[in-house]
């Protein structure tokens, strides 16, 4: 098999595909089956060209495209889809998401992705098990569960991670948090720029007249369509609540910065005429008071007190202490 077809199975019963031949007859065949491809890997695009020839122009292009949106557009009785999914390849960001294109026939489904994508995994598992999908409607179905699966769980993390963040704020402000307030707004904002188009395309996807998806099928996408829903009201609502964080955790620490900048200049106004005193009783001319005087020194410091507590006195009456 070529090395960029990453899985090939006859979804009833489920068999693997091993040769190029057997997954050739099989696509010409009546019967369900699945081929998922490396998108930007050598061949793809012949074998596409080859295979799926009577596509038009604007499925193929969508497929194989660098870049893609959520979306969905029927094309007779087969149905062009892209979807989302999160990024749980190692050293990656899951917010990342990796686009999920799928071409969807009553017999024959071909779906390409840019990277591995965890849901892709789990499906190929479930159908080797057994287990998993044995007709186009369910395969579409079993996909939308796990990627809506994965986005409403990571949504749920981040919203916890919120309510910790939060917490911190409210109860002990410091300048490291917020580096970490302005992390989970990035990650809010890279999702949402998926999450309301993969939902509206669900909904799209479960009302649409195709004879591959039965009332049990456009029942379990309606469910993935509420769920995305449910994950996108999640993500609008920490994202007000982080912008409040971040403006709640800039005023109290510019309230920090300006008490210290009022102490600071409250003990400015007490030390800095004790200051002047002191350097011009220092200086070394002749002719300078009491300096032939024992107890000169002593009195000197009582004046200094004195001034001190007077100063004291008038910021007092002033209410600035």
């Known amino acids: ?29 009546p019967d369900p089956a699945w081929v998922h ?6 061949g793809t695009h ?3 060209d080859t295979t799926l020839s009577y596509l038009p ?13 959520p979306r969905v557009a029927r094309f007779g009785d087969g149905v062009l889809l892209i979807l989302r999914g999160l990024n749980t390849n190692p050293g990656a960001e ?17 779906t390409l992705s840019l990277r591995e994508l965890a849901t892709i995994r789990d499906l190929a598992a479930a159908i080797q098990s057994g287990e998993g999908p044995a007709d186009a409607g369910t395969l579409l179905a079993f996909v939308a569960d796990l990627l809506t699966f994965r986005l409403t769980d990571y949504v749920d993390a981040i919203d916890v991670e919120g309510d910790v963040l939060e917490k911190a704020i409210l109860e002990n402000p410091t300048p490291d948090l917020r580096p970490r307030v302005n992390d989970l707004r990035g990650e809010v904002v890279d999702l949402r720029q998926f999450l309301m188009p993969q ?3 669900l909904s799209r996807l479960a009302t649409m007249d195709l004879p591959f998806l039965t009332d049990e099928t ?10 995305a829903q ?6 609008e609502s920490l994202r007000e609540r982080l912008i409040v964080l971040r403006d709640e955790l800039t005023d109290t620490l510019n309230e920090r910065l300006n008490n210290s900048l009022y102490r600071l200049s409250v003990i400015s106004m007490v030390f800095l005429p004790l200051g002047v005193l002191t350097g011009l009783m220092g200086i070394n001319l002749a002719g300078m008071p009491g300096a032939d005087w024992t107890p000169a020194f002593w009195v000197f410091t009582a004046c200094l007190l004195g001034i001190t507590v007077v100063l004291l006195i008038i910021l007092r009456v002033s209410r600035w202490l």
């Open 57 to 69: 122009g604007v499925v193929h292009d969508a497929l194989l495209a660098q870049s893609t949106r």
């Open 46 to 48: 012949e074998w596409m």
């Open 94 to 110: 899951p917010e990342d998401m990796v686009s999920l294109r799928m071409w969807v026939e009553p017999s024959r489904i071909v």
């Open 37 to 42: 491809l490396q998108a930007d890997a050598e």
């Open 218 to 227: 456009r029942r379990r996408l309606s469910e993935a369509q509420e769920a």
């Open 230 to 235: 449910r994950a996108l009201d999640v993500s």
């Open 1 to 29: 098999m070529e090395d960029f077809i990453t899985h090939a199975f006859a979804l009833h019963p489920g068999r693997q595909i091993d040769t190029s031949d057997a997954l050739a007859a099989l696509l010409e065949a």
């Open 199 to 201: 939902r509206d395309t």
